[in-house]
C-alpha cells in the first residue's frame, strides 16, 4: 500500500488507528499490519456505524460490502496471532438509519470516534482525508498499490473486444472486430471465487481513485463500473447464479469519414436531420458509429452532450458525458436544458421513459442522436410506436441509420404526409401516413398508419431485401481501373484524376460490395479493422478482382 502521509518510525511503540470503511472494502489494513508499516504494537479501533455500512453493503449484495467482511476476518485472524488488538466502539445505527443517512454524515461519526480517542485515522477516502487535515484530525491516506494485484486489463489482447470471467469456468475473451469475432479462452485453468474477488476489490479500488472512472450502478447484486474505456460488469448471488465479471471495450476510435459517407449523407447529417436514430444488434457497432458522430457535430462548431448510463462513449475532452441524476434521466434532461446543446447522443434508448425523455429534448428544439437495439432498421422506428403519439414520431425522429458488422448498412429517412395508403383505392380512405423511404434511393419502403383502432406497419417494396438486392445487382456503366494497396493499418484503393470526388460502387468481380466516395486525390482509404476494409481483404484473399464503377 502507499501512503500520503510521511513515513514514520514506530517501532516500539503502541499505535492506535481508526477505521473507516473505505480501508476495510479495500482490504489495505491488513497487509499493512502484516508487513508491519503500522507498528509493533497496533490498536484498531472499529467504530461501530463503520460495521453496520458493510453489513448493509453484503446485505444488498454489494462488491464492496463482501470485501469488507472478509477483511474483518482477516484482522480477527491477526489478532488471534497476537500481531493487533481491535477495539470495537461507539452507539450502533440501524440498518434503516444507515440506508437514509445524509452523504457525509456516516464519515463525520468516525471523525469523532478518532477525535475522542486520540487516533490517527486510515482511510482510502480522499474526502474523509481532506475533511480530517481541515479539521486537525491525525490521518493516513492508505492507496492500492496497482502492482500488487492482477489487473482486468491484464486479460486484454490488442485485438480483445471483452472479456468474461465466471467462478469455475476457464477465462474466455472475444477476439476480433464487430461482426468479425471469435470466443477464445485464455487459459485452461478455472478462475477462482477467490481470485474474482481480489479482482473486484481491485476495480472498485481504482475506479474511486483514478480520473474518468464511475461506479454507475451498484444494486444488489450487480454493480457496474466504468474504468476510463472499460464497462465492467461485476454480478453475483442471487442476481446471478455464480460470480462473473464481464468487461468490454471499444477496441478503436474512428471517425465519420471511416465509414465513408456519401456526401448526400453527410449534408443531411450537417443541415437537415435532427432526430436520428442509430439502430443495430448487440455488439454492431452503434456506439463507436455514435461517438464518431458526435466527433463530427463537435467538429462543425456544434455544443454536444451525452447522455449515458454507463459514461462508455469514446469522445474528446469537449464533449460533456451525463449520466442519469439520481437515478433518473429525466433529472438529468433538466439540466441539459440548461446548459443549452445543439446535439446530444442518448445512449441507449430501452425503457418507455427513455423514449418520453427523447420526445420531450426534441420537441425542445435539441438536436438529438439515439441509440437503440433492433434486429432491422424499421424496428428501430417501431420501438417508438404505443410510446408516443403516432402522429409525432415523424417530428421526433427524421433519420435512421442501421449499423451492421461495423459499417453503415441501410439509412432510412421519414416524412408524414396525407394520402390513400398503397393498396387502398377509395379517396375517402385517406388519412395520414408515415413514409418511410431508403435514403439512398428514395424506394418507398413502409407505410404506417391507424386502421381502425390498430397502428399497422405496412412493407410496401415488391423488391428483395435490399441487402440481397446489393449481392444481385447488375454492373453498368464504365469499370474504372482500380490499383489496389494493402498499407500496414489502411486498404488503399487509387482511381484515376477524373474519378475524384465521384460516388463509385465498389465490385468483386461481378458481385456488388458497396457505394464509396472517392476523395480529392482519387483515393479510397479504408481502416483494416472497419467493416469496409475487412470485406475488401476477405474478397482479395478469395481470389477476387476488385473494380469500380461511377453510380
Not at 374 to 401: M, Y
Request: with cysteine.
Amino acid at each position: 500500500m502507499k501512503r500520503s502521509s510521511k513515513e514514520v518510525n514506530v517501532r516500539g511503540l503502541k499505535m492506535r488507528y481508526v477505521v473507516d470503511t473505505s480501508v476495510l472494502v479495500g482490504s489495505g489494513i491488513s497487509k499493512e499490519i502484516e508487513a508491519g508499516k503500522l507498528g509493533d504494537e497496533v490498536e484498531v479501533i472499529i467504530p461501530q456505524v463503520v460495521l453496520a455500512e458493510i453489513e448493509h453493503q453484503a446485505n444488498m449484495a454489494k462488491t464492496t460490502g463482501f470485501h469488507g467482511l472478509e477483511e474483518l476476518k482477516r484482522l480477527r485472524q491477526l489478532e488471534k496471532e497476537g500481531k493487533v488488538r481491535i477495539l470495537i466502539v461507539g452507539e450502533r445505527p440501524t440498518l434503516q438509519q444507515v440506508r437514509l443517512a445524509p452523504g457525509g454524515e456516516l464519515d463525520n461519526l468516525i471523525r469523532r470516534e478518532a477525535e475522542k480517542h486520540s487516533a490517527t485515522l486510515l482511510t482510502s477516502d480522499n474526502i474523509q482525508a481532506a475533511m480530517c487535515e481541515a479539521e486537525g484530525i491525525k490521518v493516513i491516506l492508505l492507496r492500492e498499490d496497482k502492482k500488487e494485484k492482477k489487473r482486468i486489463q491484464d486479460y486484454f489482447f490488442e485485438d480483445s473486444l471483452s472479456v468474461h470471467l465466471k467462478e469455475d469456468v476457464p477465462p474466455m475473451t472475444k477476439r476480433g472486430t464487430p461482426g468479425n469475432w471469435r470466443l477464445e479462452k485464455i487459459s485452461e485453468k478455472p478462475v477462482t471465487r477467490a481470485e474474482l474477488e481480489e479482482l473486484a476489490a481491485q476495480i472498485i479500488e481504482e475506479t474511486k481513485s483514478a480520473p474518468r472512472c464511475f461506479i454507475e450502478i451498484d444494486e444488489e447484486g450487480a454493480t457496474v463500473v466504468q474504468l476510463r474505456e472499460y464497462r465492467i460488469a461485476i454480478t453475483r448471488p442471487p442476481f446471478s447464479e455464480r460470480m462473473e465479471i464481464t468487461a468490454v471495450r471499444p477496441l478503436l476510435k474512428v471517425t465519420l469519414d471511416d465509414y465513408a459517407p456519401s456526401e448526400k449523407l453527410k449534408k443531411r447529417l450537417r443541415e437537415e436531420a435532427e432526430g436520428i436514430l442509430i439502430a443495430g444488434r448487440p455488439g454492431a457497432g452503434k456506439s463507436t458509429f455514435a461517438s464518431a458522430l458526435a466527433e463530427f457535430y463537435q467538429k462543425q462548431g456544434k455544443i454536444v452532450k451525452t447522455l449515458e448510463k454507463p459514461r462508455d462513449l469514446q469522445v474528446s475532452p469537449e464533449v460533456t458525458q451525463y449520466t442519469a441524476l439520481g437515478g433518473d434521466m429525466e433529472r438529468t434532461a433538466d439540466v441539459l436544458l440548461l446548459v443549452r446543446p445543439d446535439y446530444c447522443i442518448y445512449d441507449e434508448l430501452r425503457k418507455t421513459k427513455d423514449f418520453q425523455v427523447f420526445a420531450d429534448l426534441r420537441f425542445a428544439g435539441v438536436g438529438l442522436v439515439g441509440v437503440v437495439h433492433a434486429s432491422k432498421p424499421i424496428d428501430a422506428i417501431q420501438r417508438f410506436i404505443g410510446r408516443v403519439e403516432l402522429g409525432l414520431i415523424c417530428r421526433i425522429i427524421d433519420t435512421v441509420i442501421f449499423i451492421e458488422d461495423g459499417r453503415v448498412e441501410q439509412v432510412l429517412s421519414l416524412n408524414m404526409t396525407v394520402k390513400v395508403p398503397t393498396g387502398m383505392v377509395e379517396a375517402d380512405l385517406a388519412r395520414p401516413v408515415i413514409e418511410v423511404r431508403d435514403f439512398d434511393t428514395g424506394e418507398l419502403q413502409y407505410e404506417i398508419y391507424t386502421f381502425g383502432e390498430q397502428t399497422v406497419v405496412v412493407p410496401i417494396s415488391v423488391r428483395p431485401a435490399r441487402k440481397e438486392a446489393r449481392r444481385k445487382r447488375e454492373i453498368k456503366g464504365i469499370e474504372a481501373p482500380v490499383e489496389f494497396e494493402e498499407r500496414k493499418k489502411h486498404v488503399v484503393l487509387s482511381l484515376p484524376e477524373e474519378y475524384a470526388g465521384k460516388n463509385v460502387d465498389v465490385y468483386a468481380d461481378e458481385k456488388y460490395l458497396f457505394t464509396l466516395k472517392v476523395n480529392g486525390a482519387g483515393k479510397i482509404k479504408l481502416r483494416k479493422n472497419t467493416g469496409y476494409g475487412e470485406i475488401i481483404l476477405k474478397e482479395i484473399e478469395k481470389g477476387k478482382r476488385v473494380s469500380c464503377k461511377i453510380t
